[in-house]
């Protein structure tokens, strides 16, 4: 009696119409053109602009041409930018500067944000709500906005300065805000850490319990299961989280312009904005964001392979 039931449900499941057939043709197409029109305009168009105008030519009035023509263009101002961010060129020094803070405000994202993130995802409980509620509140300020906070709290005169030599760990006002590397990699973090947690947050969160569970009951100790379970089952969300977090620090420029204004600190956006804003050298910051873009492609495109491998790990 139950397969007679059964066969009937499969036959009534295998004649049921086309859910697409319930829609005029080319329907999804329709649907899906603005999108496709907005990401053609404001993505596809700026990002050929900059190609032409790398692969461009500086007039005889010294201003920049852009070559849109693809078999026109001249590949000298690029191939120049490349070999000054070699050791000893112009830009080796803001390349350095680019890999390191990145770098090194990416290890802060890692130590601060991963455990916030666990924590919140597996151990919140009913506190789970508000504590996301409160990692989302950063973006309904403006990121200049919250920048221009820190130099209230790192002023010569600022709350942090007076907080130090109130109980004596200082003698006198120190000066945060004058060029130093340090300052640079924690504003960084502090500005791209939710980012970082709350895509890593998601991911962590689809982590199942009973795996853990099984792990205790193996006899693991919570260092272990840490490190067996959760941490090996982590490795695809911290990419993704990484990621996010990465792709917007590396063309960064405000924060150092903000929080130091040296020169020595400066890394690859601000020397973009620099060769942007005019002159003859628009063609070199051109051919820099170009070289920027293709390294965050690589990137991504690194993150997609380990996502789509991870995924089909799972379904196997």
Known sequence: MAKRLAGRKILRLSSAPDADAAYP???????????????ALWVLVPAYTIVAVSMGYVSDSMLPVPEWDPRY????????????????????????????????????????????????????????????????????????????????????????????????????????????SFVVVISLAYGYLPYFILPLLASLDRIDDRLIDAGKDLGLSSVQTFIRVILPLSKAPLIAASTVAILPMCGD??????????????????????????????NVGASLALLLQLALILLLSYYLYSSSKATKAVAA
């Open 253 to 282: 420029f405000y924060t150092t312009n903000l929080m130091s204004g040296s020169p020595a600190t400066a890394m690859i956006g601000n020397q973009i904005q620099v060769l942007a804003q005019g002159g003859p050298q628009q």
């Open 73 to 180: 263009w001249n590949l000298e101002t690029l191939s120049a930018v490349v070999r000054e961010m070699a050791p000893g060129g112009i830009f080796a020094k803001v390349l350095m500067n680019t890999v390191t803070y990145v770098l090194g405000a990416l290890v802060l994202c890692v130590l601060i944000g991963y455990p916030v993130a666990y924590y919140i995802a597996k151990q919140a409980g009913r506190w789970k709500v508000l504590l996301i509620v409160l990692l989302t509140i950063p973006f309904w300020t403006s990121y200049l906005m919250r920048m221009l906070a820190w130099i209230g709290l790192l002023s010569t005169d600022g709350y942090t300065n007076r907080l130090l030599m109130s109980i004596g760990i200082l003698d006198e006002p120190y000066g945060w805000l004058e060029g130093h």
């Open 25 to 39: 043709r080319g329907f999804w197409h329709a649907l899906g053109a603005p999108g496709v029109a907005w990401f």
